[in-house]
């Protein structure tokens, strides 16, 4: 029996659709649960065999909640086959779209004690519509600095499929 459970940090949904991908695309595995970290209950941890973390970036840096999770159930998770990954848009980047070289999973490793079995950079979502003023703004300038695409009315995915889709096959 593999139970597997993919839980997500995300603000705006991005990685819950990579989530929801990646179950779509994970073999011999019997039962898939994918939940959002804030209303998961940790009792439930017991249940599954083996457990993906997938969380977003967003000012850079992950949710507080995740690093609370990990830290209380480091053991747990580690009793089982595990994977992390990050999604961000600096890892639209070819030089950053790696554990090793993208920033924030630079951060993450630095951050907490846990030291997942597979990791894994995937590049997110710019959606400008979807934004408050503010929010907007900030994120037009960084893409302005970084050669993003900065047309406030643009909805951009940067996410490559065949990446995440290999990322289900190895786990
Ligand atoms: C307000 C805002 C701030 C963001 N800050 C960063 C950032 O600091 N670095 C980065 O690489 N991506 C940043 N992003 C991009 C997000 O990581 C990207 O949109 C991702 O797809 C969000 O995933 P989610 O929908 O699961 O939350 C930001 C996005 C927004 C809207």
């Known amino acids: 029996?593999?139970?597997?459970?993919?839980?997500?940090?995300?603000?705006?949904?991005?990685?819950?659709?990579?989530?929801?991908?990646?179950?779509?695309?994970?073999?011999?595995?019997?039962?898939?649960?994918?939940?959002?970290?804030?209303?998961?209950?940790?009792?439930?941890?017991?249940?599954?065999?083996?457990?993906?973390?997938?969380?977003?970036?967003?000012?850079?840096?992950?949710?507080?909640?995740?690093?609370?999770?990990?830290?209380?159930?480091?053991?747990?998770?580690?009793?089982?086959k595990n994977a992390f990954f990050t999604v961000n848009v600096v890892a639209r980047k070819m030089e950053k779209n790696l554990p090793q070289t993208n920033p924030y999973m630079i951060k993450f490793l630095k951050l907490t004690k846990w030291k997942p079995q597979h990791l894994d950079v995937f590049a997110g979502r710019i959606n400008y519509p979807k934004y408050g003023f503010i929010d907007k703004y900030v994120i037009r300038f960084i893409m302005w600095l970084t050669k993003g695409p900065t047309d406030t009315r643009g909805d951009f995915e940067f996410t490559d499929w065949d990446k995440v889709k290999s990322f289900a096959k190895i786990f």
Do not use: P
């Open 1 to 80: 029996m593999n139970r597997c459970l993919i839980l997500y940090s995300t603000t705006d949904g991005h990685t819950k659709k990579i989530c929801d991908y990646i179950a779509n695309n994970l073999d011999e595995v019997n039962k898939i649960s994918v939940v959002n970290i804030t209303s998961f209950n940790q009792k439930d941890l017991d249940n599954y065999d083996s457990i993906i973390i997938g969380a977003s970036i967003r000012y850079g840096r992950h949710q507080n909640l995740l690093y609370k999770f990990i830290n209380k159930n480091r053991e747990k998770l580690d009793a089982k």
